[in-house]
């Protein structure tokens, strides 16, 4: 009876033990993978529109080629999520470029430093020929608005805008 239970205590042991390996070897490859082995990125933009799932936004980093496994990725944001439930990532449009680790791809998007365009609007122009310029912008999205303005409506000054 001693014998018996000293053997399954062995087994268990093992398998103990074995369990304890498995998991902080794959927590040391996701650390390599997540957080030290970084990806030299060519100039990306991306869009992450409100909404996105995880799932959707992994493949997106991952078919742009900035993050090099999207299960590893969204799998790491899920466990993350686990223990801090009010982090969100802010939509917008990105921009990615130079060597970063998927880390990185994530504080970014986590922090929302996303890509602030520019329009500047010179001094002199009447407010058909700034409405006009304003239309001519393909990265500004909707409609152009149909109210007349009256001439100086609009100040001549460099606008600041960003993906809603």
């Not at 014998?3 to 650390?31: H, P």
């Not at 992994?58 to 299960?71: D, E, V």
């Not at 929302?112 to 990265?139: K, N, W």
């Amino acid at each position: 009876m001693i014998k018996k239970i000293l053997r399954i205590c062995k087994e268990l042991g093992a398998i103990l033990t074995l369990g304890i390996c498995v998991t902080f070897g794959s927590l040391f490859f996701l650390e390599e993978q997540f957080f030290i082995t970084p990806l030299t990125i060519l100039k990306k933009e991306i869009v992450l529109p409100r909404g996105t799932s995880l799932k959707t936004l992994s493949r997106t980093l991952y078919n742009n080629q900035i993050i090099s496994s999207a299960f590893l990725f969204e799998w790491s944001l899920k466990v993350r999520r686990l223990f801090i439930p009010h982090e969100h990532m802010q939509a917008g449009e990105y921009v990615f470029e130079g060597t970063l680790t998927p880390w990185d791809v994530f504080e970014k998007m986590l922090k929302g430093q996303v890509l602030v365009r520019y329009l500047t609007i010179p001094e002199g122009l009447t407010t058909r020929e700034i409405l006009t310029l304003v239309d001519a912008v393909p990265s500004l999205l909707g409609d152009m608005p149909v109210q007349l303005y009256e001439e100086g409506s609009f100040l001549p000054e460099t606008y600041a805008y960003q993906y809603p």
